[in-house]
């Protein structure tokens, strides 16, 4: 017999399973806010990362293209398998002057642990309270939704992407910021 609690909380998780294979909005709108609107300036932010000097502001990385992605959580499959197809293909993105950046509610510690586990060389940022993933509409209760945006050098947003699969998203990533370099030149 299933006790109430677990019905409840199966219940809930499958609601938000299929919510976000459907990119049913409405939930991220209600808990996060609206995505930002293409072509326009991304929202800034300062967080806190396992790299560097502590900190990283959007402002810092002016002058280089950013594919920002949010992620749930440390260790888990999908996010393991999505960071360790960033990292593949890292060497790709830095000759197309792309800084990777990794956003969850995680804090640096667990990042930093993350990191050295994966051999990730790209920061992740600590977003413990959820600000910066509700400004770009990815916060869904505690966690941060699976969802990137390519930046320009000049902070502009340029692409959105919603409906994630970890194990191809870097390709899909890097074939669509491939595009938008070629046509801004």
């Not at 938000?16 to 293409?38: E, H, M, R, Y």
């Not at 002057?97 to 992740?124: M, R, Y």
């Amino acid at each position: 017999m299933i006790s109430r609690r677990n019905f409840l909380s199966i219940l809930f998780a499958s609601f938000v399973a299929v919510s976000s294979w459907l990119n049913f909005t409405p939930t991220a709108d209600a808990l996060g806010g609206k995505l930002p609107a293409i072509n326009q300036p991304a929202p800034e932010f300062t967080l806190p990362t396992n790299t560097g000097n502590g900190n990283i502001s959007l402002s810092d990385l002016r002058g280089k293209w950013v594919v920002l992605y949010f992620y749930p959580k440390d260790f888990t499959s999908g996010c393991t398998i999505e960071a360790r197809r960033f990292q593949q293909d890292l060497p790709k993105y830095l000759a197309q002057n792309t800084q990777i950046i990794g956003v969850s509610a995680d804090d640096v510690d667990s990042h930093a642990e993350f990191c050295d586990s994966e051999g990730l060389k790209f920061p992740l940022l600590a977003d413990t309270t959820g600000a910066v993933s509700k400004a770009y509409g990815s916060w869904i209760g505690y966690v941060s939704m699976r969802h990137s945006f390519i930046i320009d050098p000049d902070g502009i947003l340029r692409e959105t992407f919603v409906k994630v699969n970890p194990n191809i998203h870097s390709t899909e990533v890097l074939a669509r910021l491939e595009q938008l370099q070629s046509t801004a030149s």
